[in-house]
Structure formats: structure tokens, C-alpha cells
């Protein structure tokens, strides 16, 4: 951990060349390393990319402007992804956790992506109390009062979110069909990660109390390759509409087998099917007309954000998403608890980025981002958007593909 008495000495000396007639010499910053946990490996891989970069243009800048006095972020990559899972694997994502936690000098971490990565990491990084900043997992039973004993043992909350949770996500989109779709009946599947369930849960309660009549549930297998059997069956009984809950591994082949089997339905998802991979494997015609939500504002085409986004395209070769964006604004949430800890004059430890997170008020791309007492961000908008083929760009241009609708009904 470093020490204020580090951090005095450091600053102070240059300042000490000087009073003894020499040439102030600028001494080397000090590292502070951030662990970044991404689901980089299996399905989900061009989406975390895009979440990656945003991360690191945020480290980058911070260290190209000095943003913290005397100090240097250095992240430590890791990936909670596996050939085997084909997707975030929680077994890795565990032994992740393990290594930020056993690496003195990581102060904080951004990630996971995944809930289910998420929902094992918690517990291990509550033990080593590291604060994590989330820029994408909504499963809300990670930050739930209730579940407490099980995902932060040692007490303190150390699960931060930049996304709201889908106690909003799910319900808001199914408030959504209700309101402004006119859907009276709908069929409901999960992939059967944490993420998917807890998503297809909260939509199936909320449709149900708008009045939709929920004509059946399944669970997908991520890794079976044919979907036609229970396809087949949603199509005799003629919902108006089609809802999934679960990330691209199952998510990019329900899209495509669905075209040919559910042509005319509604169908929708929650931010596991706001994805890089909807577009560029599912790809056009099966990704067209798919609604899907994402669990924060939806800034990538606001006008404040227009030279960021110029400067991450030209920077990656990419176009963002919104989620690159979180994950940017996490960065800068765990960049300002430390400079407030140097302001202050307090040791930089783990214990203290945590405390200092917990409160921050920080002016970021997506807003104002500042927590509950639970790690839950305070802003709850739930966006809404449509796939639709525009020619005009590239057919895996997030920004351009998926059609901004607004915001979905409060819940």
C-alpha cells in the first residue's frame, strides 16, 4: 500500500533540489495498480473489448495530464473468460479475484462484466477489502441488503455499480411492452446464468402485473448448438411477443434461429443482447427489429460526448458503447477517490479508495455517478433501443445500429 509519508517525500522532492541550488529533478511516479476483470475470452469478447478500451483511455489520459499527483495507474489485465465456458466462467473469474486481492498494490478494480463472474468474485473481494467499480453487472442480488452475508462477509459494501441494477432493467422493459408496444401475451427464456434468470425474473413479474399473459418459460443451453424444438412450440402457441434473458452466447443464436422460425414477433432482451456480437455474428437480417435495454443513459450520442467518442474511434478503430463509457467513468470515479485521499493527506490503502468511493460525487460522460450505501448507483434510467439496419454505416456500428428510443417507463 502506498503511505502519505510516500507520497509527502515524493512531492517533496524536487521541491528539496531546488532550496540546495541544484536542478529540481522530477522523481518517478509511483504505480497504482487497478485490477480490470473482463470477460475477454468466448462470446462476449468483442463486447468486452469495447469495455476494455474505455477503461484504458481513461487510465491513459489520467496519466498523460499527471491527473494523480505522483502517481501512475497501471492496470492488471485480467480474464474471467474460457474456451471451455465459452463465455465468462466463474471458476476463473474466482481465481481472478484471488490474484487482484493477493497483489498488495492493487487499490481497486473495475469489472466484472458478468453477474455470474460477479456473484463470485464478491465474496473474495470483500475478505480482501478491494473495491471493485462494475460497469455492466446488474444482477441486484450482488449489492442486496439481504444477501449481504453471502456476497460481502466482511461488511463494508465493496460492489460498485456505474449501471443500475435489473430490478429497473427488467421490469422497465416489460412496462415498455405494456405501454408502448400493446403486447398482451409473451413468452419468456433465460440462459440459465445469473445474469439471465434474475433479468427474465424481473421481467416476467412486472409483465404479469401489467397484464401481459405469460404463455411459458424455458432455459436455453448456452452451449447447444439447436434451438428449433422449443422455437417451434413458442410459435404454436402465437404470443404477441418474444422476451430472453441471457448474454450472447445463447443470445446470438436465439436471434438467428428465431428469424426463421418467429419471423413477425416482438422480440426483446435486456443489455446481454445490446452487444457488438448481435451485430457482427447474428448480423443482419436476424438481429433487425430486436429491441434491447441498457442499464444506464445512453450517452455515446450526446453532444457532450461527441469528442470523446471521435477520440475512442480513432484511438481503437472501434466504434463505443455505452458500456465503454461506464467503464470510463469508473476509472475516473476510482482516479478522484485517490486524489481526494492525497488532498486530504490520508494513506492510500485499499480501505480508504473504498471509503472514498463510497462517496463520491463525480461529473462523468453518463452524469453525476454517485453510489447508495449498498454500492448501487444513485441514477436508475433504463434506455431503450432497436436494432435497424442503417446502410448508411458499418453493420457493426453499435452507435448507429442500435436506434435510441429513450428512456423506458419508470417501474
Avoid: C
Avoid at 458478468?114 to 441486484?140: D, E, F, H, V
Avoid at 427488467?170 to 446464468?193: E, R, W
Avoid at 417451434?232 to 426463421?260: E, M, R, W
Avoid at 460525487?361 to 432497436?386: C, E, H, M, Y
Amino acid at each position: 500500500m502506498l503511505t502519505r509519508r510516500a507520497a509527502v517525500q515524493l512531492l517533496a522532492a524536487p521541491v528539496a533540489a531546488a532550496a540546495l541550488g541544484g536542478t529540481p529533478v522530477q522523481a518517478a511516479d509511483q504505480v497504482i495498480k487497478i485490477g480490470l476483470d473482463l470477460s475477454l475470452t468466448g462470446a462476449d469478447a468483442e463486447s468486452a473489448a469495447r469495455i476494455k478500451n474505455g477503461a484504458l483511455m481513461a487510465f491513459d489520459e489520467i496519466n498523460a495530464k499527471h491527473g494523480i499527483p505522483g502517481y501512475r495507474i497501471e492496470p492488471l489485465m485480467l480474464d474471467d473468460g474460457t474456451a471451455t465456458a465459452g463465455q465468462y466462467d466463474p471458476a476463473q473469474a474466482a481465481t481472478n479475484a484471488r490474484k487482484m486481492v493477493s497483489d498488495k498494490d492493487v487499490v481497486a478494480a473495475i469489472g466484472p462484466m458478468m453477474s455470474g463472474a460477479g456473484k463470485a468474485m464478491a465474496p473474495i473481494l470483500s475478505q480482501g477489502n478491494l473495491a471493485t467499480i462494475t460497469p455492466s453487472s446488474t444482477n441486484p442480488d450482488i449489492t442486496n441488503p439481504k444477501f449481504a452475508d453471502q456476497y460481502k462477509p466482511a461488511g463494508k459494501a465493496i460492489y460498485f455499480r456505474t449501471v443500475t441494477t435489473d430490478a429497473f432493467q427488467g421490469p422497465n422493459l416489460a412496462s415498455y411492452f405494456a405501454d408502448k408496444l400493446q403486447v398482451k401475451s409473451v413468452y419468456v427464456l433465460d440462459d440459465s446464468g445469473a445474469y439471465g434468470v434474475g433479468i427474465a425474473d424481473s421481467f416476467q413479474k412486472r409483465a404479469e402485473e401489467k397484464g401481459i399473459k405469460v404463455l411459458g418459460r424455458d432455459r436455453l443451453d448456452p452451449k447447444a448448438a439447436d434451438y428449433t424444438t422449443i422455437l417451434t412450440k413458442i410459435k404454436a402457441l402465437n404470443p404477441d411477443a418474444l422476451y430472453y434473458g441471457g448474454v450472447s452466447q445463447a443470445g446470438v443464436k436465439l436471434a438467428k434461429q428465431s428469424y426463421d422460425i418467429l419471423l413477425k414477433l416482438i422480440k426483446g432482451g435486456g443489455d446481454g443482447m445490446y452487444s457488438a456480437e448481435m451485430l457482427s455474428a447474428a448480423g443482419f437480417p436476424a438481429a433487425d427489429g430486436w429491441y434491447a435495454t441498457i442499464a444506464s443513459p445512453h450517452t455515446t450520442e450526446d453532444k457532450a460526448a461527441d469528442a470523446w467518442v471521435r477520440q475512442y474511434q480513432a484511438k481503437y478503430s472501434m466504434v463505443p458503447s455505452d458500456y465503454a463509457i461506464t467503464a470510463y467513468d469508473a476509472a475516473l470515479v476510482i482516479a478522484d477517490a485517490v486524489k481526494r485521499l492525497i488532498a486530504d493527506r490520508k494513506d492510500i490503502t485499499r480501505d480508504n479508495v473504498r471509503d472514498y468511493i463510497q462517496t463520491a460525487k463525480v461529473k462523468t460522460l453518463q452524469g453525476t455517478v454517485g453510489f447508495d450505501a449498498n454500492g448501487d448507483l444513485q441514477d436508475r434510467t433504463i434506455s431503450v433501443f432497436q436494432i435497424r439496419k442503417d446502410v448508411n454505416y458499418s453493420a457493426d456500428d453499435m452507435v448507429h445500429q442500435y436506434h435510441y428510443i429513450g428512456v423506458a417507463p419508470q417501474s
